[in-house]
Every structure is written in structure tokens, then in C-alpha cells.
């Protein structure tokens, strides 16, 4: 029963980097368990996922996943306080209905939070609305806008700021480009905010 | 195995009572000075647990699976059944190379106390009277065969099962497994189940133990004292759960609006469609290995089965701090034992952080999908299973050392 492998996204690594070896992960969003199956192998870690596709679900369970079917927005308010070492959402923030009350069931649940999204204040897309007036595709947002599951984006500079009005301590951040490597910026400033295809926070509550 | 012919020769339920003390397989006694205490509060004993086994335990003890069977189904799991010779209900899952893997596992599969295939049950002798115990067996519960296969495990030297695996009533007994014994159980798959029979179960149930109560030939209950057969109450019993087990698309697909072996309809009740015959068939074939108070004694327990409601209400409060990995499967197409009630147990069990994975298996065949050949149901288990091996650092099989 051969399955495929798992495909690994350019931002899993600087995500990975940030978890603890032996930890207790929760992977919101975790697709076909291409960042579980790294953790498990590399760092030994525990670890549980939450999928809305169900093609996700049962390719990451036939692997030998613990994952459920399930949705961000509905499913995270099960889940006690404190229950995880680090909760990762990664690009999926933008996709969600509520974006503030994901990322506070994020910090509850996880006594850290990993959180990655594609910046929408990233250069290509800012000239993109300017020059052509389309709503903007670029490699970290390749759908048109009728198609994209993207419904909440938003800037780096948003994120921070969203982040220090619910009290979310910011411990790291990271600006990463298109091939996933982290820039030579601080991750929350305006450079950050141009440059950046993808911000990548590790997040705590205060 | 002179099986098939056995069973042509049987004509009577008190044949077959008496044939059901013959029949293969493997027994425990549980002795009537150590009975099993039951829920009702009474206790069971001298009784005896009917199992089977596959594969080979390892020296460690560790890689033994309980298979828990569903209502109408017995611990001929992966074997031809001695009665009617058709395969095994989970050959396509029990096997070398199979999800569950006899290679690698030791696979246990006992007849459910108040059973009729040869764990004790109504149709054997009471010793207090010794008649048969038609209604005096006391009503027993999910838990109370659970008890039972305590003993069976505790009988084999097992301390921890690998896992506990069921489908529909067999998923009741491997959440009341990990709910009454999270320290004896590995990984608990519970698939097309619930935390509790619902409204709508109960009701299905209730029909069938009314037809079977209706049948004058049931007699209160003591057909094998008086010679009467009620295999018309329990042939109607069984069409009726049939129907429940089954959705309308597969039912469509297998027989539309055809008409069985005419051109038009009789205007009279014959069997003119072939929906009407293939029930009439199972219904028939049913009785000639079903006992019809064991009938009535299995649904009740699983209409009993509330977890829940053993928990203070809070189902959470059943798996509090549980050790156990949990694998839900449950099938889209599964009307009776929907994923909504598989969901509601992923609930329960996030709520306490518990280590779960749930599938949804798109299937159209209904609540029977987990007896079927579904190969995207296989591939999760399979992968379950070899996940949970894993982190049990289990070996692949039972003499290698490597994982």
C-alpha cells in the first residue's frame, strides 16, 4: 500500500526550526502531513492534525498520522487550555472566517503559537494593484480572485499590529522569500513588509 | 469440516441450540465460583466465553488486536462459518498482509456473552433450573461483554491489548474498552459507531424484538422447552435491521424497481420485486443460525449503551487523561451509525487532548460499508495500524526485531 509522499512547502522548515524536539505539536491545516511527518521523523515529536480536506485526513491517517477532519474556525474551541507545546497554522490564517478568534484559540490551546501567511504588502502585489488595478497574483497567491480560498489576507505590518492589540507576545519572527529562506530584516519591520513573501511568528500570550 | 452439511440437516432451533455446544473454536470457562458480575447487578456463572484466535502471540505479549464482532455477527471472523460455510465476516481484513496483519498480530475474537454461538447466552441451560434461560438470562450490557473479554484476556496472559477494533456494536466495545480500561489498551478503532444508541436505533430495535415477540410460536420466550420455532418474528426482525444496514443508492443499484423472474407486477403480495425477495432471503437465511432471544438480549444492550451517561453526562469526562490512540472511521453513506456521532466522540475526545484520528470513508454502500470491500477504509487502517506499531515500537513480525 505505497502512498505518495507528502509534498514539503518552501516555509515548513523555517516553521520546523521554530518547534522544540519532543514536543507536543498541533498542525492546524496540516494538508497531506508533509510538516507532521518531518517533525515525527526529525525531532520526535507528538504529534495531532486538523484538515478540512478529507483527501488530507485519510492520506495523513493512512501514513500513520493522528489527524482529524476538521476546520480551524469551528473546531479549535473543543480543545482545553494549554494542551499543546506549539499550535501551527501555517498559510492558512488568511483562509479562515475569523481570523482573531483562530489566532486567540491559538495561544489558548498552545503554550506557543507558529503562525505563517503569505504578505500581502509584498512588493509584487502592491505594484500589481497599482500599475494593472487586478487583484494580484504571485507566486505565494497563484488563484485568481474568484477562486482563492483566501478571504482574510492581510500585510506583515498587519499581523503585528492585530497581534500587540490582543496582547499576543510576538517571541520571533521571521521574513521570508519566495524559495522560503529567511531575509536579513527584522521580521516586523517595513522592509520586512516590502520584501517578504511569507511572515512566519512565533507567538505566546502575555 | 463437515459444516455446509450440518447445516441441511438442521431442522429445528433445538437442533441448532444443541449444535452451538459443537461447534469449533476455542472456549474459557468462567466458573460459577468466580462468576462475571453483570450491570443488572446480578452476576454470570458457570458461563463460558467462545473465541477464536489468529497468528501468534509474541514473547512480550504485546501484539494482540481484540476484534469485537456487531450484533448478528460471532468470532468466526476470518474463517469459514461452521454453520452456514460462507467466508468469514472480516476476511477481507484479518489476514496475512492485511490490514490486520496475522504476521504480525495475534488476533482474538470472542462471541459476545448473551450471544448464540457459543459464549453462554438464553439459549443454554440455566443451571438453577436446568431449562433452557430463555427470558430468566439476566439482560446484560456493553460493558458486561467487555467484563467477559476481560477475563478472556486476563485467561491468555495478556496485560495490554495493541488494540481494541470494532464496527458498529464491536465500535461500542472498543470505546468501553478505552473508557473502563485505558491501561490495558494500546489503540482503541472504533468504526461506524457511536457514544450512545440514539432514538432512531432504539426505535429500529424495538421493531424487531416486536416482531419477534409478536410470533405466537415465540411463546413468552421458551420455544426450545415447548418445540416451537419464532422464525418468522426473527425472520422479520432481520429484514427490517437489513434495510437499516443498507442506503438507498446501493439498494438502487443492486435491484432499482426490478421485478423477480416475471414481466409485470401480480397485483396480489407475492415477492414481486427483487428487493422483496433478497429480503425475504436474508431474512430466511438468517434464523438458520441466529437465535431469536439472543436477538433480543444483544439489541438491548446495545440500546443501553450510553457512555456518556456512565460519565455524569459529559462524555469528555469518559476518556480524562486517556493514554489511548484513538482511530474513528465512519462511512458517508451510513445512515444508522452517521458521522455526526463518530464526530461527536473526536469532540469529547479533543476536548480532553486525547491522541485521535478520524476518517470519513466516502462510500454509498450505508452502515454494512465496514464489512465490505472499501479499499480506501483498508489503506487507513492499514496505516493506523502500522503508525501505532510505531510508536509501540512493535516488531513487523512476530520473530523479527526490526520496526
Redesign the interface.
Known sequence: ?A?AQPTWRADLAQVAAMVAPGSRVLDVGCGDGALLTHLAREKEV?G?GIEIK?SG??A???????????DADT?LA???DD??DYVILSLTLQATRDPKAVLLDLVRIGRRAIVSFPNFGQWRVRLRLLFHGRMPTTPALPDAWWSTQNIHLCTIADFVELAAEMGIVIERGLALDASGQPLRVGAAGRLANLIGETGVFLLRKD | MTTATTLSTISSVQELAALRHRLPGRRLTIPADEPLPLDRGVSLGPATVAYTTYGTLNAKRSNAILVCHALTGDHYAAEPHPITGKPGWWEQVIGKGLPIDIDRFFVICANVIGGCMGSTGPSDINPATGKPYGLDFPVITIADMVRAQVRLIDHLGIDKLFAVIGGSMGAMQALQWAADYPERVFASVPIAGAAHHTAQNIAFHEVGRQAIMADPEWRGGRYLEEGTDPRRGLSVARMTAHVTYLSEPALHRKFGRNLQDRSGVSFGFDADFQVESYLRHQGSSFVDRFDANAYLYITRAMDYFDLAAEHGGVLANAFQDTPVRFCLISFTSDWLFPTTESRKIVHALNAVAANVSFVEVESDKGHDSFLLDEPEFFRVLDGFLKGCAEHAKLPVSVTGSGT
Open positions: 500500500m502512498e507528538d495531532r478529507q485526513v485519510n495523513c491517517v493512512a501514513r500513520g498520522l493522528s489527524v482529524i477532519q476538521g473546531d473543543d480543545y482545553p494542551a499543546f
